[in-house]
């Protein structure tokens, strides 16, 4: 997820002072409005746009839901559907999740994606770990890159483990495991798979983002009345979630610039009205020439990230079919 589409009267406290760009902290020298501010001396504000929730919001949902902290940087959340729960004997696939946001917003307590997960980890069958992990420009890449690769790590390594208070890693067949994220986190889920290629099932990319200095058609057309992100955004995230001096060309934003074979069996969607369509269709193209199995899906009459955050009847056909398709690659 990028930049929302959101109309909404929020000010931060420190922007009530008339409005200027100018602020105790220097000029604001990067902005996404509503969404992220960085001044001159480093100061970011992130508005509160989207609200966060616990963990046990919905407890009429059929799922067990909870957070575990793992440092003071990174914590997970993670979804048990009731069937699982209270079944000593049944184990379910693992899909280890990351959400959007550019790199640089989002929370694994945005209310969009606990819904979302809430539902995915009941319909689709599965034990879901919602990963929350650091934000640039505090934190530029590699740095959620190396958050997402450390859970895996930590959950692979809880393999037979039934103590110090990790019980809730019985009801995952942790060699049933697949990585997936919307936006920047299809492109974390994409970066960490290869690193952990021999230990997961499946890779689920769902409007991910990468970039490139040539533009594509789609982001030259970019519907930004029907999308949430614009190529403005895409820009001003990609300046700030990479490392410094690098340009749109760097692997991690390009990675058909220096294109993996090591991807396992992929499964990427895409959304007819999203600026990321046509570059995220030629990824799936390469991925196929080098040998990989790549199922790639385009929901039309929708946009980027719609699954979180369109409530659109056409929305919630696209979900239906998106949920659907999702079931059935991790029960194949």
């Not at 917003?105 to 539902?119: K, Q, R």
């Not at 208070?165 to 990585?179: A, I, P, Q, T």
């Not at 614009?230 to 690098?246: E, H």
């Amino acid at each position: 997820m990028a930049a929302l589409s959101f109309t909404h009267n929020h000010q931060s406290s420190d922007n009530r002072r008339g409005g200027s760009h100018h602020h105790r902290h220097g000029p604001v020298v990067e902005e996404i409005e509503g969404l992220i501010k960085v001044f001159n001396d480093g100061c970011v504000e992130r508005p509160p746009i989207v609200p966060t929730v616990s963990a046990t919001v919905h407890p009429s949902a059929k799922v067990t839901a909870f957070d575990i902290k793992l440092s003071n940087d990174t914590w997970t959340r993670v979804y048990i559907p009731d069937t699982a729960a209270f079944s000593p004997s049944v184990t379910l696939p693992l899909l280890v999740y990351f959400h959007g946001g550019g790199f640089c917003v989002g929370s694994a307590a945005w209310s969009c994606y606990h819904d979302f997960l809430t539902d995915l980890s009941v319909k689709a069958r599965c034990v879901v770990v919602s990963v929350n992990y650091r934000l640039a420009p505090e934190h530029r890449l590699p740095a959620a890159y190396d958050d997402g690769a450390n859970v895996v790590s930590w959950l692979l390594m809880k393999q037979g483990s039934n103590v110090g208070g990790y019980s809730w890693v019985s009801k995952c067949d942790l060699s049933n495991v697949f990585l997936a994220g919307d936006s920047a986190g299809a492109n974390i889920a994409y970066q960490v798979s290869l690193k952990n290629t021999s230990n997961l099932k499946g890779v689920i990319l769902i409007h991910p983002f990468f970039g490139g200095e040539a533009r594509t058609f789609s982001e030259k057309q970019q519907n930004s009345k029907s999308s949430a992100l614009t190529l403005s955004a895409s820009d001003t995230y990609w300046r700030l979630a990479l490392p410094r001096g690098a340009t749109r060309d760097h692997p991690w934003c390009n990675p058909l610039i220096t294109s993996s074979s090591k991807l396992p069996t992929t499964m990427v969607f895409m959304a007819e009205f999203d600026i990321l369509r046509d570059r995220n269709m030629e990824m799936c193209k390469v991925m196929r020439s080098h040998g990989k199995r790549v199922e790639g899906i385009v929901h039309g009459g929708v946009g980027h990230a719609f699954h979180i955050l369109d409530k659109s009847s056409v929305s919630r056909d696209r979900i239906h079919d998106m949920m659907c398709r999702l079931r059935n690659f991790i029960h194949p």
